[in-house]
């Protein structure tokens, strides 16, 4: 299984609403991501999870708050959001070590309206 | 500061053309680096990848990637592109062991049939 799995594929939610962002690995992989991509842009880097540990928050507002209950899940709660929010959210996950490569899930598009 | 740079954000090319897409890093020590593409309505995959020993690297599809350490370039080739290769193709490098890939601004490639 060489898959990331992303849930929802695609969510709409008010500014007030809390909502979560879910992926899944059954890779082994001991470093998951989150990363943004807005329309036409490069993905951004938000959060990275080693051995279940948060090692890297790039200055996400707090109305981003990632959770790592355990090596094979990654969440994303999302709570007072802003319609530029709007974006494709991707989890990845990856080995650490030397072999560093990403593999990416479909992603979760979201709209804030 | 750790940055990776394309220099084509759209290229249009027939079949059967060949390629080559230019990428440039600023890293300092241990740089790995990476091809990623973004087929349309999939998620990002990895094409190619670069950490060390012979700097002519072979990806999937036909796509090669030569690392020239002097230039600071990595930049992607195919010989002869196909209808199918019509993608977004990202550069992207991160230091060994920091988790922290980045990535370059994306160039959208375009083959006519």
């Known amino acids: 299984d060489t898959e990331v799995t992303q849930t929802p594929k695609h969510l709409v939610m008010g500014m007030t609403n809390k909502k979560s962002l879910k992926c899944e690995q059954h890779?082994?992989?001991?470093?998951m991501y989150w990363y943004k991509q807005k329309a036409k842009k490069p993905p951004e880097l938000m959060f990275v999870?080693?051995?279940?540990?948060?090692?890297i928050n790039e200055s996400v507002p707090s109305r981003f708050s990632p959770e790592c209950p355990n090596s094979s899940l990654l969440n994303l709660h999302l709570h007072a959001l802003q319609p530029e929010d709007s974006a494709l959210y991707l989890c990845?996950?990856?080995?650490?070590?030397?072999?560093?490569?990403?593999?990416f899930g479909s992603g979760t598009q979201l709209s804030v309206l | 500061a750790q940055s990776v740079s394309q220099h084509n954000h759209h290229v249009i090319l027939s079949e059967a053309a060949s390629l080559e897409l230019g990428c440039n890093y600023s890293?300092?020590?241990?740089?790995?680096l990476f091809w990623y593409v973004q087929y349309p309505g999939q998620h990002l995959q990895l094409l190619l990848k670069?950490?060390?020993?012979?700097?002519l690297v072979k990806g999937i599809k036909g796509f090669e990637a030569e690392f020239i350490k002097s230039k600071f370039s990595f930049n992607l080739r195919k010989p002869s592109v196909q209808w199918s290769d019509t993608a977004e193709y990202f550069c992207?490098?991160?230091?060994?062991?920091?988790?922290?890939?980045?990535f370059g601004a994306g160039t959208r490639l375009f083959v006519k049939a």
């Open positions: 990845a996950s990856s080995q650490p070590g030397r072999d560093e490569k990403l593999f």
């Open positions: 890779m082994g992989h001991r470093a």
């Open positions: 999870y080693s051995y279940e540990k948060l090692s």
């Open positions: 890293y300092g020590g241990t740089v790995n």
């Open positions: 670069y950490f060390s020993g012979d700097p």
């Open positions: 992207a490098g991160g230091s060994t062991g920091g988790f922290k890939t980045i």
